[in-house]
């Protein structure tokens, strides 16, 4: 094959290259308009609590940034393309045709797709695509089937819309290359990027990082403008283990800040004598339980339940992902890399492992779930915990008068069967329930959901269900013989909108989660109105077990009165945290360093007033800033197998 040179002028340079630019911001166009809806459809949480006012200049950033992303993402995939196009020129056209064009009409597809499902997923994680995704999206197509056949028909539409789209686009441009329009200076130049990004790699890769952004907006701004394929594919390079060096403080300051091994006070002196029952609640917010909020939900067994137990009704959680709840119900810590630790390198990490803790005091301990097996990498999590037993959907019979989750067996039915392994299990035992009927979509039994009120939302009614399903089985158990033998604990893996279609969410309303403990023996009924995470689920439930060796938890003992957290922790997204005490909220960003805002909740309760720059605060600010410091730095010690105590 010939190679015509082409006199260098502006309209060769033009004519050779207007094929790729028409194609690049074709695909520009249609990142923009999912921009648009992606902001305006998720607005609400974006900015939810302190709305932000956005002006002109603040628009005008976040269309530099958001324009500048994606066109680097665009450049990242389709340089390979104008590669591989011009390989193709020394060999067999058809290579180009058949196999090259639909590779990359793939993987721009792909992107796309990604982008398009980001606008309604993000709810969910509350945060743009990463490394995680691989972790919670098990058998995906499977699990799409059980949606209502109008989603079914959309999804199918809006995929064969983008695949028809980014293919029209894609021959249009391969024709144009086939008839000489090869983009060569477009090339070249992106070319010279590289080489001029491996000369200057620290001035140049830093616009790579997909946070890179935070030098001019906040982490609320930042998903507006990022692009889901881009921080999907960096979080997957980087392994999603990047876990940032912190050293705010000399390491003995740390651990004098912030301890974290420790040794529990003992509520059960005779050791391995109480059976311990843990209900981790999927997606159970706060709000099913706030008489004075909106969204109370009549639960005849909750509402009896709270009439004899400790209901801890100022419970955060940590995050908003199932599996980092479960880290820190169970494991008692964070996590601060982007997939789950027990997926990670970071699993040999020092930690206390609660099932080989009971173990020491005789306990025997499984884990029931009505999902798949291993969905959410929960059996990697139960094995690295130390769980004895694993029990899944695989293992339980299909109860035909129960129609299923879309997940898998609905409660009632798990229940039943963990009835069933409780009575075979010999005493003391732990075991661990990890409701599903809670979860996205909602789709609990139609025979049930009839009945109830007109105005109750999706996830109300399924709560509804919840409550039943826990009231058929505490009938059944409470005459058995280790009932009153058993301490009972509920705590939500996180909290979650009440009503998709009215989401009213702020940095403390978001997170607020019930935490329950139920005692047969003692029948106790009281709200307790201290400060507690999810972090102080696992020292509570070694407490009660009688373990007397020191443990690693960032909590403590629930039934401990005398033990307070003057702070607790969460974390809103791989780039900020929060600290939260008795009055105040501080959102500090992890990548840069700075703090973002400070709100009194207690008395700002739309957190509407950011008091990071008034001076009659900064003793509030000082104090959550080394706090959240110490948390973070002692988190990133564990995490490196640094000097830990």
Same mark, same amino acid.
């Given at each position: 094959?010939?190679?015509?040179?082409?006199?260098?002028?502006?309209?060769?340079?033009?004519?050779?290259?207007?094929?790729?630019?028409?194609?690049?911001?074709? %695909?520009? %166009?249609?990142?923009?308009?999912?921009?648009?809806?992606?902001?305006?459809?998720? *607005?609400?949480?974006?900015?939810?609590?302190?709305?932000?006012?956005?002006?002109?200049?603040?628009?005008?950033?976040?269309?530099?940034?958001?324009?500048?992303?994606?066109?680097?993402?665009?450049?990242?995939?389709?340089?390979?393309?104008?590669?591989?196009?011009?390989?193709?020129?020394?060999?067999?056209?058809?290579?180009?045709?058949?196999?090259?064009?639909?590779?990359?009409?793939? %993987?721009?597809?792909?992107?796309?797709?990604?982008?398009?499902?980001?606008?309604?997923?993000?709810?969910?994680?509350?945060?743009?695509?990463?490394?995680?995704?691989?972790?919670?999206?098990?058998?995906?197509?499977?699990?799409?089937?059980?949606?209502?056949?109008?989603?079914?028909?959309?999804?199918?539409?809006?995929?064969?819309?983008?695949?028809?789209?980014?293919?029209? #686009?894609?021959?249009?441009?391969?024709?144009?290359?086939?008839?000489?329009?090869?983009?060569?200076?477009?090339?070249?130049?992106?070319?010279?990027?590289?080489?001029?990004?491996? #000369?200057?790699?620290?001035?140049?890769?830093?616009? #790579?990082?997909?946070?890179?952004?935070?030098?001019?907006?906040?982490?609320?701004?930042?998903?507006?403008?990022?692009?889901?394929?881009?921080?999907?594919?960096?979080?997957?390079?980087?392994?999603?283990?990047?876990?940032?060096?912190?050293?705010?403080?000399?390491?003995?300051?740390?651990?004098?800040?912030?301890?974290?091994?420790?040794?529990?006070?003992?509520?059960?002196?005779?050791?391995?004598?109480?059976?311990?029952? %843990?209900?981790?609640?999927?997606?159970?917010?706060?709000?099913?339980?706030?008489?004075?909020?909106?969204?109370?939900?009549?639960?005849?067994? *909750?509402?009896?339940?709270?009439?004899?137990?400790?209901?801890?009704? =100022?419970?955060?959680?940590?995050?908003?992902?199932?599996?980092?709840?479960?880290?820190?119900? #169970?494991?008692?810590?964070?996590?601060?890399?982007?997939?789950?630790?027990?997926?990670?390198?970071?699993? =040999?990490?020092?930690?206390?492992?609660?099932?080989?803790?009971?173990?020491?005091?005789?306990?025997?301990?499984?884990?029931?779930?009505?999902?798949?097996?291993?969905?959410?990498?929960?059996?990697?999590?139960?094995?690295?915990?130390?769980?004895?037993?694993?029990?899944?959907?695989?293992?339980?019979?299909?109860?035909?008068?129960?129609?299923?989750?879309?997940?898998?067996?609905?409660?009632?039915?798990?229940?039943?069967?963990?009835?069933?392994?409780?009575?075979?299990?010999?005493?003391?035992?732990?075991?661990?329930?990890?409701?599903?009927?809670?979860?996205?979509?909602?789709?609990?039994?139609?025979? *049930?959901?009839?009945?109830?009120?007109?105005?109750?939302?999706?996830?109300?009614?399924?709560?509804?269900?919840?409550?039943?399903?826990?009231?058929?089985? *505490?009938?059944?158990?409470?005459?058995?013989?280790?009932?009153?033998?058993?301490?009972?604990?509920?705590?939500?893996?996180?909290?979650?909108?009440?009503?998709?279609?009215?989401?009213?969410?702020?940095?403390?309303?978001?997170?607020?989660?019930?935490?329950?403990?139920?005692?047969?023996?003692?029948?106790?009924?009281?709200?307790?109105?201290?400060?507690?995470?999810?972090?102080?689920?696992?020292?509570?439930?070694?407490?009660?077990?009688?373990?007397?060796?020191?443990?690693?938890?960032?909590?403590?003992?629930?039934?401990?009165?005398?033990?307070?957290?003057?702070?607790?922790?969460?974390?809103?997204?791989?780039?900020?945290?929060?600290?939260?005490?008795?009055?105040?909220?501080?959102?500090?960003?992890?990548?840069?360093?700075?703090?973002?805002?400070?709100?009194?909740?207690?008395?700002?309760?739309?957190?509407?007033?950011?008091?990071?720059?008034?001076?009659?605060?900064?003793?509030?600010?000082?104090?959550?800033?080394?706090?959240?410091?110490?948390?973070?730095?002692?988190?990133?010690?564990?995490? =490196?197998?640094?000097?830990?105590?």
């Amino acid at each position: 094959m010939k190679f015509k040179i082409l006199p260098f002028n502006g309209k060769t340079l033009w004519q050779n290259n207007k094929a790729f630019i028409w194609f690049a911001l074709s %695909l520009l %166009l249609i990142y923009s308009v999912l921009k648009i809806i992606f902001y305006n459809y998720n *607005f609400s949480l974006l900015f939810a609590g302190g709305e932000e006012s956005i002006s002109t200049y603040s628009k005008i950033r976040l269309l530099k940034w958001s324009l500048l992303y994606d066109l680097i993402t665009i450049a990242a995939i389709n340089l390979l393309l104008l590669l591989a196009l011009q390989a193709g020129r020394l060999v067999s056209a058809k290579i180009s045709a058949w196999i090259i064009l639909p590779l990359f009409v793939l %993987l721009n597809s792909f992107a796309v797709m990604l982008n398009t499902a980001d606008i309604f997923y993000f709810r969910f994680h509350f945060q743009r695509a990463n490394a995680d995704l691989l972790y919670v999206l098990n058998h995906p197509l499977k699990q799409l089937f059980h949606f209502n056949i109008f989603i079914l028909i959309a999804f199918a539409a809006i995929t064969a819309g983008i695949l028809f789209i980014i293919w029209k #686009l894609h021959k249009k441009f391969f024709t144009a290359f086939a008839n000489g329009r090869h983009g060569s200076f477009i090339m070249a130049a992106l070319l010279l990027y590289i080489g001029l990004t491996a #000369l200057f790699n620290n001035t140049i890769t830093k616009f #790579l990082v997909p946070t890179y952004p935070l030098v001019e907006l906040s982490s609320k701004q930042l998903p507006v403008v990022q692009n889901s394929f881009h921080t999907f594919s960096y979080s997957v390079f980087r392994n999603g283990e990047t876990v940032y060096p912190k050293n705010y403080f000399a390491e003995e300051t740390v651990d004098f800040l912030y301890p974290v091994r420790k040794t529990l006070s003992i509520n059960n002196t005779a050791a391995g004598k109480k059976n311990i029952v %843990l209900f981790i609640m999927e997606s159970v917010p706060y709000d099913f339980f706030d008489t004075a909020g909106t969204y109370k939900v009549a639960m005849p067994f *909750f509402d009896s339940l709270l009439q004899k137990s400790i209901f801890y009704n =100022n419970a955060f959680a940590y995050a908003h992902q199932s599996n980092k709840g479960i880290t820190a119900i #169970l494991a008692g810590i964070p996590t601060i890399a982007d997939i789950p630790v027990y997926h990670s390198a970071f699993v =040999n990490m020092p930690l206390t492992h609660i099932g080989s803790a009971l173990k020491k005091n005789n306990y025997n301990s499984f884990f029931c779930i009505g999902d798949e097996y291993d969905n959410f990498g929960f059996a990697k999590c139960m094995n690295w915990l130390g769980i004895d037993r694993y029990y899944s959907k695989e293992d339980m019979p299909n109860d035909k008068k129960i129609p299923d989750h879309s997940m898998g067996r609905q409660d009632e039915a798990v229940l039943n069967f963990m009835h069933k392994k409780i009575n075979k299990v010999q005493q003391p035992f732990f075991a661990i329930n990890y409701n599903i009927s809670t979860h996205y979509p909602y789709d609990i039994p139609a025979s *049930f959901s009839a009945g109830l009120p007109a105005n109750y939302t999706a996830p109300m009614k399924s709560m509804r269900y919840y409550d039943h399903s826990l009231q058929q089985f *505490f009938s059944k158990v409470k005459n058995e013989p280790w009932f009153k033998e058993t301490v009972f604990i509920f705590c939500s893996d996180h909290w979650l909108v009440p009503d998709d279609n009215h989401i009213e969410f702020n940095a403390i309303t978001g997170y607020r989660i019930p935490i329950i403990i139920y005692e047969p023996a003692i029948n106790e009924g009281r709200t307790d109105k201290r400060l507690v995470s999810q972090f102080d689920i696992m020292g509570t439930i070694l407490s009660i077990a009688g373990y007397k060796d020191s443990i690693i938890s960032y909590g403590n003992n629930l039934l401990d009165s005398s033990s307070k957290n003057e702070v607790v922790f969460s974390r809103a997204n791989a780039n900020l945290y929060h600290a939260i005490d008795s009055s105040y909220i501080l959102g500090f960003n992890y990548r840069n360093d700075k703090a973002e805002f400070l709100y009194r909740y207690k008395t700002d309760t739309a957190l509407k007033k950011n008091l990071l720059t008034d001076m009659n605060e900064q003793a509030a600010f000082k104090n959550l800033s080394l706090k959240i410091k110490a948390f973070l730095q002692k988190a990133n010690m564990q995490y =490196n197998n640094a000097r830990f105590k």
